[in-house]
């Protein structure tokens, strides 16, 4: 794949990353709870962070190892991210990942993205499997992971260190079997 897909829902249009997010990609992922729950976001989170992780999604789509979609507004304005990332093709597995700005919790955006990167994965990359990890703290995650159809697989012990507290993860996962 040379260009992210454009994906529309309902409410929504996910599509690729352009330089000129860096400023709202910044502004929103660097808002402290975002990052408390995500093992990947710094914080603080900087304009160079932004910009050096924009400019590294389209050469992990191009090796077919991620898909990230800015999630957007009626076409417009960023609310977020949600993708597929360490996408394995000899084992037809991905891992699902999202996060919505602060100011949009609670309005079922965080589902409607990752139904929509679910179905992409199935249907355009084909995969058989699909996985997501929350932190256990995070349960809002997990509803989110349970509404799409994905059921928990267990839970990963003191998995990741965030801001030196060990946290304990949730695993679920959906097969493409169980979409049906």
Known sequence: ??????????????????????????HLAGDREIADTTVSIPHPYELDHARAWIGQQRRELVRGRAANFAIRLAG????????LRDIDREHSQAELGFWIGRQWWGHGYAREAASAVLRFGFEQLGLNRI??????RNPAAGQVLRHIGMEREGVLRKRVQKWGVYEDVMLYA???EDRN
């Open 76 to 83: 417009s304005r960023l609310i977020g991210c949600a993708g």
């Open 131 to 136: 996985c997501a990890h929350h932190m256990a």
């Open 1 to 26: 794949m040379s260009a992210t897909p454009t994906l529309h829902t309902t409410r929504l249009v996910l599509g690729g990353f352009t330089p000129a997010d860096a400023a709202d990609l910044q």
């Open 174 to 176: 959906i097969l493409r």
